[in-house]
């Protein structure tokens, strides 16, 4: 008999509208085992966080296992303040962002390391996010006329040592703490592909706390998720369960904000172009529960539902990923092949 080496989860940072118990009490009453909240849940009013206890004790409340803190908005504010992009004023505080790139990068800095305290206190040693925009716009958008060195610049090079000098005293932190900083290959972001993550592993002298978060999802540009996981399978410690369509004739890239109008959308789990419970069986065969149950000291590995929908409503969307991945994914592994038991004399 094989023994079931996953469970259900859900990712809290779509849901930070609810508080951590409303979050809770949605993720019990959708059936998931787990809930991954976002950093914002674990705030306080008048310090920065709510105390490990308090937190463990919610959690206790409601039976769940706390499956790591979703931080992707601090990581992203650090590591993109340097472009003067206002696309991280939805993560700081208004009076924040008023100050200079600078002052904004040590306000995200100091945050994180204080995040990352609070997980080492809760045993979180894996911590889903993904760093920001290091190497510029102008990369981040791979247009195939890059322009990306000339007179006086090279776009690549100088990304190089600022990821390298950024993110240095996390990095330090993470390691110091056994934190595992696991990135989601995601457009926009430091690494868009997997030979862009193994790049920022190389310039960064094969530093341990650089892992990852799959979440094929955000493979619609050409590299499919089989290849881009397979090429970083030994660092793949967290996933999200996600799933997206590509609607053929329209552009994947263009100015249109409305998502219903967009080529690439995001769906209900069991309808989109990604075939999630194939990714889930791919994920025991690269190792992704092994690694997480040995990192973190449990029995089972979550699969993190993600799920979000360009018009069905956030709430129905994820409590149907949830029930998705109990029903089809959380399935018992094989311990023999199939064919072991096919001979006359096994009887």
């Known amino acids: 008999m094989g023994k079931k080496v996953f469970h259900s989860s859900v990712e809290g940072a779509q849901h930070s ?24 849940m674990l705030e306080a009013k008048g310090s920065r966080f709510l105390s490990a206890s308090e937190i463990r004790n919610m959690y206790q409340r409601y039976k769940l296992e706390l499956d790591g ?18 696309t991280i004023r939805s993560f700081i505080p208004a009076e924040v962002a008023q100050e200079p ?5 040590q306000w995200a800095e100091d945050y994180i ?43 690549v090079k100088e990304g190089e040592e600022r990821f390298v000098v950024k993110t240095k005293r996390i990095r330090e932190h993470a390691r110091q703490l056994g934190i595992y900083l696991a ?20 310039i960064c002298g094969s530093d341990p706390c650089l892992q990852v978060n799959a979440d094929p999802s955000h493979c619609w540009e050409g590299e499919d998720w089989r290849t881009r996981f397979n ?30 109008q967009r080529a690439m959308q995001f769906t209900l789990l069991g309808k989109g172009d990604i075939n999630l419970v194939e990714f889930a069986k791919f994920l025991v065969t690269i190792g992704y529960p092994q690694r997480y149950c040995q990192i ?45 038991g096919m001979g006359a004399d096994k009887k």
């Open 101 to 105: 790139p600078r002052e904004i990068e």
């Open 183 to 202: 990135h989601e290959i995601h457009p926009g972001t430091a690494a868009v592909c997997a030979e862009d993550f193994l790049h920022l592993v190389s």
């Open 17 to 40: 509208p609810k508080g951590l118990l409303g979050f809770l009490q949605f993720a019990r009453d959708a059936g998931a085992t787990g809930a991954q909240p976002s950093n914002f």
């Open 231 to 260: 090429r970083v399978a030994e660092y793949v410690v967290a996933c999200h369960m996600k799933n997206h369509l590509v609607i053929p004739g329209l552009p994947l890239r263009s100015m249109e904000p409305r998502w219903p």
């Open 296 to 340: 973190q000291g449990k029995e089972t590995a979550p699969l993190v539902v993600e799920a979000e929908d360009a018009v069905v409503d956030l709430d129905t969307v994820s409590a149907d990923g949830v029930g998705f991945v109990n029903k089809n994914c959380c399935f018992k592994v094989a311990e023999t092949s199939f064919e072991a």
């Open 113 to 155: 390391l204080y995040l990352l305290d609070l997980c080492a206190e809760l045993g979180v040693r894996i911590v889903p996010m993904f760093w920001g925009t290091a190497f510029g716009w102008e990369i981040a958008t791979g247009y195939p006329w890059g322009f990306w060195s000339g007179p006086g610049y090279d776009l």
């Open 69 to 86: 803190v979703s931080a992707h908005c601090p990581f992203w504010v650090h590591t993109t303040a340097w472009t003067n992009s206002p």
